[in-house]
């Protein structure tokens, strides 16, 4: 749906600028940014990402190694040696 907005020219330039730092579309900055709103109003989470993430946005192309490291990582502190049980 097509629609227009009005909103102050310092912040179209802020989202201008975040969406080209992200490699994005305007209208897919807006649009996450919308549902990300919503989200967090409704009280659903926006992602399944830890909230630590949230600011490595520009490293989205690792997403897909920093969870295989973190399955690593829980598979191993995960288990508990013989020698360490009570």
Do not use: C, N, Y
Not at 44 to 62: N, T
Request: charged residues 35%; glycine residues 6%; hydrophobic residues 35%.
């Amino acid at each position: 749906m097509k629609t227009t907005i009005e909103i102050p020219d310092p912040l179209f330039r802020r989202a201008k600028s975040k969406a080209a730092e992200r490699g994005q579309s305007l209208k897919l900055f807006f649009t996450d940014a919308i549902e990300d709103k919503l989200a967090s109003h409704s009280g659903k989470a926006s992602s399944a990402e830890p909230g630590w993430m949230e600011g490595f946005g520009k490293l989205r192309r690792l997403q897909k190694e920093t969870r295989r490291i973190q399955a690593k990582i829980d598979q191993e502190f995960g288990v508990i040696d013989s020698e360490d049980r009570l």
